[in-house]
Each structure stands twice: as structure tokens, then as C-alpha cells.
């Protein structure tokens, strides 16, 4: 959500250049502002621990860190990157968790949010397992399926599922019944009305809840990694290098952690939002993914 | 409604009806599939081991809960070790999430340093911070106390700047042309102006704290603790002890978030009128 505001700050400073300037050097005036503070953080970390004030078992220098991931990397040998492999694994598995909470959360959304029968029965059950953690049924999971994939992705998608099927309820309940009635007494067919009316009506609410989702699948799959991974993933890079003391790599995986997380909220979800509520509603933005 | 009641008493009746119907609606869908499990276990359609019945997880809890559990009175150690941590945690996040929300929604330098490295730290998963924490303070409460601060503070400062564009700048201009010191505008102005959004902040913080806690304290709990005691739980394979720990932390979860807290939060709607679109 912060982000999303720097991005409301540029466009004011880009309406706000055209009158007095180019307009492309404000926006870029902005997000050097935007950076500065970064930079003399991490340039003041630096000399912390040039100097011997922070102790670099810690709290290493971001030379350092940077220097690790080069070595993690390993450009000149692509197909055997330690890291590239670890981010492969963990995106994969963050990704069929959501893939697979879609496929369920999408469908029984419609089913509840269209029929007030299912959603009242539904919904103490729903009140009762949303509070709980995802990462609380690790345990279970791990007795169940043992240490690897199956029990993280179990997880994950039990992460992913919940914002994705409340935002479709939502947005299929938004839908005013009148809007449903013209278009039946007009004489549309059913699979016109989930196309015309049901699928449009409901999309801003879906789009903030598949962002919410994969926010979510990607922030309990580290915690899921940490506990039942066996050799691959971001979280078990992290956790793994507990053992040696080695915070470099920690910092590594943190920052990808981030870095992905960003990427994929503002990559993938970004776009999807412009080509669609965006084009339809002019709504400006849609939710914040948390 | 009492005046349509007296003038057709006959439609008392099917109301009445309606009622348990509607009981029934909100029960059966919670009771149904745990006496469903029951029988299935009674009868041996499902595997015990890993689906233990209700009425023995039920048991197990009571047992653990008192003092001829492993450890005696486990649970009541465990659920009471876990809200230390919650409450030192979210006291930490409240007070520096209110410091930084205040600085980065009344000054210019507070925006300009703060807003960046909020939105750089921000995508980070909290949990990913565990194994740093372990490394810099030791396997003790402080490493969850932390995790749960963080979890917690983003949205509290979130909330604060968000309640401090809803005030109104003539309050500050009165009070500034009435000689209130900055200090005093603090406390007089500023605080009370925001305390119904931090109490939304804190609500909303409070959920993604517990959650950040209970996977705090299985990576990084020695002993006691909620999340340690399934985690624990799973290396016996005790799976009666698992579900007991989930039941006990959806529970808590529950009550923590909308009632404790729901309850402050309607309180202040009701004193002060504001509601916090969140």
C-alpha cells in the first residue's frame, strides 16, 4: 500500500510538471527522492560496519551481502545457480498453491455468493477457519504427508484460499439483483449472464482478492519452507544457513523475498488490473495486497 | 417491530419456528461434520491416527490442561506464555508504530525518510526475519516478541497516517494561534485525534501479529508457547494434541480480534462517530 501511494505521489508530480517543466525529469527528481533515504541507510550501514560499530557476524555489510549473492548466483554457470534454483522452487510451489486455491476458491465463491442458503450455512464454519493461522496446520500436514513438497503446498494454498474466496463472495454479493433481472427478463442465457454480468460485475472484487491471495501464498510459503522443506526453496536457504552463522545468505533470501513478492504484485497483478477494472471502471486502484 | 407484533400476535408463531430454523442453520453446519468424524471414527471408516475423534481431542485438551499433563497444566503454561509474547509485542508496535505514524503524517523530512524504507521493508514476509532474529538475540521470547512487533507495526503506522489526513488542519492552527506547545499539541490534539484509527490499526495489527506468533514460536520457541506445543506435538506424532492446539488458536484468534478488540472499536464508534474504512 505504501508503494501504491509513491505511485499516486509520481503521477501528482507528473501532472503537476506538465505547467513547469519536462515532465519526465520530476518524475525522475521524485523517485531519486524516493531512493535517497535507501541509499544513505545503506551507505551508513556500510560505514557502520567498515568501522567496527556493528558487528558483521550480525549484521553483514551490504558489500558483503551483495558480494554473497554474486557467489550464490554463480553467473557463468546458469543451469547450476544455487540461488536461481532455490527461487525456482519456491515460485513454482507458491504458484500451484494459488493456481489450485483459484480453481477451488473461485467456483465455491460463485456458488455461495449466488445462493443466500449456502452462504448463511457456510458462513460460521468460514468465521471459525479464518482466523486461523495457515502456517498452524503445518503440523498436521507434516504427520499427514511428511517433510516436502505436498506439505507446502498444502499450506500455501490453504493461505491463498480464504482472501480469494471472501473477495469473490463479495463481489458476486455486490451485484445488485435488479441488473440480473433486466438481463433475464430480456431473455439472455445463463452462460450470458455469467459472462456479461456475473464475471464483469464481480472483477474489481476478484482482482484485489487473487492479489491478496498470492500475497499471502507467497508470505506463508516461507514459513512453510522453514519448517518442512528437505533441500530446496527460499526459506530453506534461509533457515539452513542458521546452522553456519551465515547471514549473508539470510540477507540474500530476505531481499529476494521481497524483490519477488514486488514483482509479482506489480508485474502480474499490475497489468491484469489495467487491462481490465481499470479500462472498465476507471478505477484507479484496487485494493492493496497485504 | 414490537407494534407490528401486538397488531398480528398470529405471526408470532412461524417467527418462533423460523428461529430454530435459523439456529439450526448457524449450528449444523459446525456440529453436522464434527458428529459425522465422531461416528466415522467410532465405527472405523476413517484412519484414528491421523484423524483422531472430536470427543478425544476433547479429552487430550482436558487432560493437558490439568495437572496430569506432560507437562502439568501444559496448556493453561502454554496459551499464557503465548499472550506475553502477543501483548509485549504489540506494546512495542503500538508505541513505535504510533511515534513513526505521527512523524511521517506531520512532518516533511518524516515523509521523505520514512515513506521509502516502509515500502522497501514492507514486501518482506515477516517470518523471513526469524532465522536473522535467532542469530542476533538467541533462541528466547525476545526473538518472538520481535516477529510479532513487525507483524504488527506496519499497519498500525499505516492506520495513524491514514487518520491523521482525515483531521482537520484548522484544529492545528487553533491550537498553534492559542500558544500550544508541539509537545502539548501532541497529547492534546494529535493523540485523541487518532486514537479510534489506532485502535483499527491495532485490531487489524493484533490479527497478522498472532498469526506471525504462532510461526514465530515454532521456529524459534524453546519451550511453552502455542505454536510450539504443535510443533512439538508433530515430532511425537500426537495428532490429538495438534488439532486441540489448532482448535485452541483459532479460538483465541477469534475472540482476540473481534471480540476483545471489536469491542473497544464499537465502543469508540459509538462515543466518537467515526468508523475507519480499513
Given at each position: 500500500m505504501a508503494s501504491s501511494e509513491a505511485r499516486v505521489q509520481d503521477a501528482t508530480a507528473q501532472t503537476g510538471g506538465v505547467g513547469g517543466g519536462s515532465t519526465r525529469l520530476v518524475a525522475l527528481r521524485s523517485f531519486a527522492e524516493f531512493l535517497l533515504p535507501i541509499v544513505v541507510l545503506l551507505l551508513l550501514w556500510e560505514a557502520g560496519v567498515r568501522t567496527g560499530l556493528i558487528d558483521p557476524t550480525i549484521l553483514p555489510a551490504p558489500s558483503m551481502i551483495v558480494g554473497r549473492a554474486w557467489v550464490l548466483l554463480d553467473p557463468s554457470h546458469p543451469e547450476r545457480s544455487l540461488l536461481l534454483t532455490h527461487i525456482a522452487a519456491s515460485l513454482w510451489r507458491a504458484l500451484v498453491a494459488f493456481a489450485i486455491a483459484c480453481g477451488v476458491a473461485i467456483p465455491l465463491g460463485f456458488a455461495l455468493g449466488l445462493s443466500p442458503i449456502a452462504y448463511r450455512s457456510a458462513s460460521p464454519l468460514l468465521s471459525l477457519l479464518?482466523?486461523?493461522?495457515?502456517?498452524?496446520w503445518t503440523p498436521i500436514f507434516l504427520v499427514g504427508f511428511g517433510q516436502g513438497d505436498t506439505t507446502i503446498i498444502s499450506v500455501c494454498f490453504l493461505g491463498a484460499v480464504f482472501p480469494v474466496l471472501y473477495a469473490t463472495i463479495r463481489g458476486v454479493q455486490s451485484i445488485s439483483p435488479h441488473s440480473l433481472w433486466v438481463v433475464r427478463s430480456m431473455g439472455a442465457r445463463r452462460s450470458d449472464i455469467f459472462v456479461r454480468v456475473l464475471l464483469p460485475g464481480c472483477l474489481p472484487a476478484l482482482i484485489s482478492g487473487l492479489k491478496l491471495g498470492m500475497a499471502h501464498s507467497w508470505r506463508t510459503l516461507v514459513a512453510a519452507e522453514m519448517l518442512a522443506a528437505l533441500s530446496r526453496g527460499l526459506g530453506y536457504m534461509i533457515f539452513a544457513a542458521r546452522a553456519y552463522m551465515d547471514v549473508s545468505t539470510m540477507f540474500v533470501g530476505i531481499a529476494c523475498l521481497a524483490v519477488i513478492g514486488m514483482l509479482v504484485e506489480h508485474g502480474l497483478f499490475g497489468p491484469l488490473e489495467s487491462a481490465t477494472v481499470r479500462k472498465w471502471y476507471g478505477v484507479s486502484r484496487v485494493g492493496g495486497a497485504r | 417491530m414490537s407494534l407490528q407484533v401486538a397488531a398480528v400476535p398470529a405471526e408470532q408463531r412461524p417467527s418462533r419456528l423460523e428461529r430454530v430454523a435459523d439456529a439450526a442453520l448457524t449450528m449444523g453446519p459446525v456440529v453436522l461434520p464434527l458428529v459425522l468424524w465422531e461416528l466415522a471414527a467410532w465405527m472405523g471408516w476413517i484412519n484414528t491416527f491421523l484423524f483422531p475423534s472430536p470427543s478425544r481431542i476433547a479429552a487430550t485438551l482436558w487432560t493437558q490442561s490439568g495437572p496430569d499433563g506432560n507437562p502439568p497444566w501444559g496448556i493453561p503454561l502454554h496459551v499464557a506464555r503465548s499472550l506475553t509474547r502477543l501483548l509485549a509485542g504489540m506494546a512495542i508496535a503500538i508505541a513505535l508504530g504510533t511515534l513513526v505514524g505521527v512523524v511521517i503524517g506531520m512532518t516533511r523530512w518524516g515523509r521523505f525518510i520514512f515513506r521509502p524504507l516502509i515500502s522497501a521493508l514492507m514486501?518482506?514476509?515477516?517470518?523471513?526475519?526469524t532465522p536473522v532474529l535467532l542469530l542476533a538475540?538467541?533462541?528466547?521470547d525476545r526473538a518472538t516478541i520481535i516477529v510479532v512487533a513487525i507483524a504488527a507495526s506496519f499497519e498500525i503506522i499505516y492506520t495513524i497516517v491514514a487518520g491523521l489526513e482525515m483531521m482537520n488542519v484548522r484544529v492545528f492552527w487553533v491550537a498553534q494561534s492559542m500558544g500550544a506547545t508541539p509537545v502539548q499539541i501532541f497529547w492534546r490534539v494529535i493523540l485523541p485525534g487518532v486514537l479510534p484509527y489506532l485502535i483499527t490499526g491495532v485490531r487489524l495489527g493484533t490479527g497478522y501479529a498472532w498469526r506471525a506468533l504462532i510461526a514465530a514460536e515454532m521456529l524459534?520457541?524453546?519451550?511453552?508457547?502455542l505454536g510450539f506445543m504443535i510443533f512439538d506435538a508433530s515430532e511425537y506424532m500426537s495428532m490429538d494434541v495438534i488439532y486441540g492446539g489448532v482448535v485452541l488458536i483459532a479460538v483465541l484468534g477469534y475472540l482476540l480480534e473481534n471480540v476483545l478488540i471489536g469491542r473497544l472499536e464499537a465502543a469508540t464508534i459509538d462515543k466518537w462517530g467515526v468508523r475507519v474504512e480499513a
Open positions: 479464518l482466523p486461523l493461522p495457515a502456517v498452524a | 514486501p518482506v514476509p515477516t517470518l523471513a526475519w538475540v538467541g533462541i528466547d524459534a520457541a524453546s519451550s511453552y508457547g
